[in-house]
Structures are given as C-alpha cells and as structure tokens.
C-alpha cells in the first residue's frame, strides 16, 4: 500500500475519533412543559380611558414542549415551542373589555448550567418568534349584549420578544429532571396593524412560571 494512502486513511481514522468523541460529550434531553403567563401589555400613546376604567393584564396557560441540546460540559442551546396566551383588560364601573391574543411562539434560549449534582441551576437569555394565531375583543357591559369582535386583521401576524430568567432541574433520577423556571418576555414587536391608528404601537410582554419534564437521551 502506497505511503500517501497510508497517511489518507490515518488522517480520516482520526477525524472520525474526534468526531465521535465529540458526539459523546454532546447531551440531549427532550420533555413537556407547561405554565402560567401573567400578560401585560403597554400602549403607546396612553389610550384615554373613561373616567374610573383602568387597563390590567391577564393571566393565561402556557402548554409546549423542550428540547436542549448540551455541550461544552455547561452551555446548552434549548428549543420551548409552545401556546401562549397574552392580551389585556380594561376594566370600569360600566363593565369590562378584553382583548386575547393567542400565539404559537418558539423561543431559541442559550443556558448555562451551574454545579453538577441532582439540583442544577442554570439562567437562559434568547430570542422569541411568535405567530399570532387569534385576536378577539370581548365585551361584558352591564346591560348590554355585544358580541365578541375579531381584531384578527388589525394584528401584526408575527410577534418578537426577548426571553430571560433562570431556574434549576431537579434530577429524580440520572436521565428524568423535573424543571422549573421564572422568567420575563420582554415584547419588542409592535403588533398593531390597524391602518386607522398608524401611530399606536401595541407591545405585550409577561412575567412567566413554567415547570416541565426533561428526558435525557443522550
């Protein structure tokens, strides 16, 4: 066998070595995960409310899925697409109006894990894309029945936020952790698209709770 082959197959025996040892520091886990959104939403310029109304949030279920991919020993890359409700109320001695904004959103989180042990905290900081997928304002006035409006087509179709937060995992045994984190999604997108108020931007944001299950595979 000539020398040149002999150092060809050398080098390709040892990409494949460090591909492979490569793969086996790799760390993937996968699970359910579910919470609560407690929306807010700010409204530029303020909206004139009646005398007495006040503008509140709302608090809504979250319901997906995670999916991390680990390496380098504490940096994880970790998928969360989900349901999300968010929105808000304005409330006064007349009765009240909501609108509901429902969005499927898929937030791309960068963790870091702290310490090695069955409790493992760790912070995230990543984008959110969110497509809206309905908005309605519903009406309860005293005295008065009106039906719930679709707002639908004055909504932008897309939604962009920033996520961050932290919490730990719970190892229940050494491939099932039980996770639970705080964060806030900071809404950077104005989801206004009514060609009647062109100047008013529409942002929503919300403080969270999510507990969920991961799956070690790998």
Do not use: W
């Not at 359910?32 to 608090?59: C, W």
């Amino acid at each position: 066998m000539k020398k040149g082959t002999l150092i060809a197959l050398a080098v390709v025996a040892c990409a494949l070595l460090s591909a492979g040892q490569a793969m086996s520091q790799l760390e993937f886990g996968v699970g359910p995960k579910l919470g609560l959104n407690f929306a807010s939403t700010s409204i530029s310029p303020t909206p004139v409310y009646p005398a007495g109304a006040t503008q509140g949030g709302r608090t809504t279920f979250m319901i997906g899925a995670q999916a991390e991919l680990g390496f380098a020993k504490m940096f994880y890359v970790q998928l969360e697409p989900g349901y999300i409700g968010k929105g808000y109320s304005v409330s006064g001695s007349g009765g009240s109006v909501t609108v509901s904004v429902s969005e499927l959103q898929f937030p791309v989180l960068f963790k870091v894990k702290f310490m090695k042990g069955i409790i493992r905290p760790y912070a995230f900081l990543g984008p959110n894309i969110g497509f809206v997928m309905s908005a309605t304002e519903t009406f309860a006035i005293t005295g008065q029945t009106i039906p719930d409006q679709d707002l639908k087509s004055n909504t932008s179709s897309t939604d962009f936020s920033l996520d961050f937060g932290g919490g730990a995992e719970y190892n229940v045994t050494p491939k099932i952790g039980i996770t639970g984190d705080i964060r806030y999604s900071l809404g950077l997108a104005n989801l206004n698209n009514n060609p009647l108020s062109p100047g008013v931007t529409i942002k929503g944001s919300g403080f969270q709770i999510l507990f969920g299950a991961m799956s070690h595979i790998m």
